[in-house]
C-alpha cells in the first residue's frame, strides 16, 4: 500500500513540534436549507465554528436502556477477544473499550445507521460515509487518571493513512454526563489548526515521544495557543445527549471520580471519498478494529 | 512516645475497611454571635452540615500578588531542599509542593496569624490552634493525574496521631479555580462519617492496600455510600478565595488540563487540646516538615 497524495498534516517526522493551518473545510457540504436535512443552519455554522455539537437528550430513555442492555450482553460474551477489542487501562475486571461494535452487534450497527448520527456526518461531509472506527467507551469508576490532550486526526492520519480532514464522530452518552465523571473537554476552534508532533523520522511509530507521552501528543506552547485562543468547554446533560465532534478538535478528558462507571458509544465517520490510504508516519497500519479498511457506505451496511 | 487515650477512629488494623460514626464535634464552639467572631453563625451551621465552608475572593489582588512573588522567590531559593521540603510529582522541573512555608517565610507567618485564617479555626475548634502542617501545593500544568478520594484525618491519625478529629485545613487559592485545572471536590456531610481503611495490622504502615493503591485509600463501597449521601461539590471562584474545610471531608481532585499551573497556599490548623501522639497505626511519626511537633499556639508565633 502506498501513500497516493501528497502529505498535507506532516506529523511525528521531526523533532519540532509545528503549527499548521487546516486546509481542508469543516462542514463540506451547503450550509442552507436542504433536503432531507438533519441539521439546521446555525447547527452547521456551531460545528464549523467550535468543532464540534452537542445536542443534549436526543435519543430517549428507551433508546438508551435498550443500548445499555446491549452493552450488558456484549460485556458477559464469552467471545469477547481479550487481545483485539478490550484494552484494560488498570487491572480490575472493569471492561473499559469494546471495539467494532458495529459489526459485533446488530444494534449497534442499526444505530450507526440512525440518521440522527449517520445522516448527521453525511450532511456535515457532503458525501457518503463508512465506519473508520466503532467502539463504546468506559470510563471506569473511581480511578483518577484522565486522557490527556490529542487530535483523533493526527493518529488517525499518520498511523491510519487518512489523508484529509473529513472525519467526524459522533458520541452518543449512555451515561449521564457531568462535572465529575470525566466529561470530554475541548478547545473550541482548534479544529481549523493542525498541531504537528514530534517523532520518530524513521517513521515506526513505535518510540515515545518527550517526557515519556505517547507519539501523537501535542506540545505545551501548541496546547496552550489554542487554549488562550478558545478556551475549554465540556459539555454535560442527560444520557441520550449526542456530541458530534470533527475528528481534529483538541479533546482530553477528566478522571472520572464518581463511583459510578461512565458508558459511550462512539462512531468515527469517514467520508468515502477519504478512505484510508497507507500510514503516513508508520511502517504498517494499525488492525482493522482500530482503523477499518472496509470501505462500505454506512447505508449499505 | 506512647499514645495516650483510646483509639477512637482506628483504620489500618484489619483487613475490612469499616464504616464509623464520628464521636467529635465539628463545631466546637458557640454558634450564637460570641465577642470578636470571624464567622457568622450561619457560616459556621453550613461549616458543620457539609464540612466546609467557602468564601469567595476573601483576599484582594495586591494580596494575592505579594503572596505569589513570595512563592516565586520561595521556588528560586537554592536552600529549598529537595528531600524534604518538596515532592515532586512527575520528572519535570515543576516545583509541585513546598512544606513548612510559615518556618520558611515571614510572609507566609504573618498569613498563618491572619484571623480570616487562624481566627476562624480558632473559633470552630473553640481553643487556640497550632500549625500541624504548612504547605504551598501546584497542581503542575497539563497533567492528565488527579488526586484520589482519601481523608486528611485517616493519615494525621494513624501516621501522625492525633487523637480526634479536632482539626481545620484553610487553603487559599492563588490562582483562579475553575471547572478545568483540577478543583479540589469535596463530598458534602461526609466529614460526619470515618472511613476505616484496610491496611497492616503489624501497623507499619508500609505495606500497600488493595489494588495498588497507598494506605489510607477508603474503600470504593464506602465512598459510594458517602456520595450517595451527599453528592460532590467543587467549589470555583478568583484567586483569594479561601476554603475552610474538616480534617475528616472526603476530599479528592481531578486532572489539571489547563496549560497554567494552580498554586494554593495550605495551613492545617490543630487545636492545642488535641496535640499529636503517637501514631495510631505506624511505627514511628512522619517527619516535621508533615506532621509537626512543635505545638506552639500560632498566636505565639
Not at 506532516?10 to 519540532?16: A, G, H, I, N
Not at 452518552?173 to 457531568?178: G, Q, V
Request: aromatic share 8%; hydrophobic share 40%; net charge negative.
Amino acid at each position: 500500500m502506498t501513500t497516493t497524495g501528497k502529505d498535507l498534516y506532516p506529523s511525528r517526522v521531526s523533532s519540532e513540534p509545528n503549527r499548521l493551518m487546516r486546509v481542508d473545510p469543516v462542514v463540506w457540504g451547503a450550509f442552507d436549507a436542504v433536503p432531507d436535512a438533519q441539521l439546521t443552519q446555525e447547527q452547521l455554522e456551531n460545528f464549523r465554528d467550535d468543532g464540534f455539537l452537542w445536542l443534549e437528550g436526543l435519543f430517549g430513555q428507551d433508546e438508551i436502556e435498550s443500548f445499555n442492555t446491549e452493552l450488558q450482553r456484549m460485556a458477559r460474551d464469552p467471545e469477547l477477544p481479550e487481545s483485539e477489542t478490550s484494552v484494560a487501562e488498570d487491572a480490575t475486571d472493569t471492561l473499559n473499550v469494546v471495539f467494532d461494535i458495529h459489526r459485533r452487534s446488530t444494534a449497534f450497527k442499526e444505530l450507526a445507521k440512525d440518521r440522527r448520527l449517520a445522516h448527521a456526518a453525511r450532511q456535515i461531509l457532503n458525501s457518503d460515509v463508512y465506519i473508520h472506527q466503532s467502539r463504546i467507551d468506559v470510563k471506569p469508576a473511581l480511578h483518577e487518571a484522565g486522557v490527556f490532550w490529542r487530535s483523533d486526526f493526527e493518529t488517525w492520519h499518520t498511523e491510519d493513512g487518512l489523508p484529509r480532514c473529513r472525519t467526524v464522530c459522533a458520541l452518543v452518552a449512555l451515561d449521564e454526563i457531568n462535572e465529575f465523571n470525566g466529561p470530554v473537554m475541548m478547545m473550541p476552534g482548534s479544529h481549523k489548526t493542525f498541531v504537528s508532533c514530534v517523532g520518530d523520522p524513521e517513521g515506526n511509530g513505535q518510540v515515545e515521544a518527550a517526557g515519556g507521552m505517547p507519539l501523537g501528543t501535542p506540545d505545551a506552547e501548541n496546547l496552550k495557543h489554542l487554549m488562550e485562543d478558545g478556551g475549554i468547554v465540556a459539555p454535560k446533560g442527560p444520557a441520550g445527549s449526542l456530541l458530534l465532534f470533527d475528528c481534529n478538535v483538541m479533546q482530553a478528558s477528566a478522571s472520572n471520580l464518581t463511583p459510578y462507571p461512565r458508558a459511550s458509544v462512539v462512531y468515527v465517520f469517514n467520508s468515502v471519498e477519504n478512505a484510508a490510504e497507507a500510514p503516513f508516519a508508520a511502517r504498517s497500519p494499525r488492525p482493522d478494529y482500530v482503523g477499518s479498511r472496509d470501505f462500505t457506505p454506512v447505508s449499505q451496511l
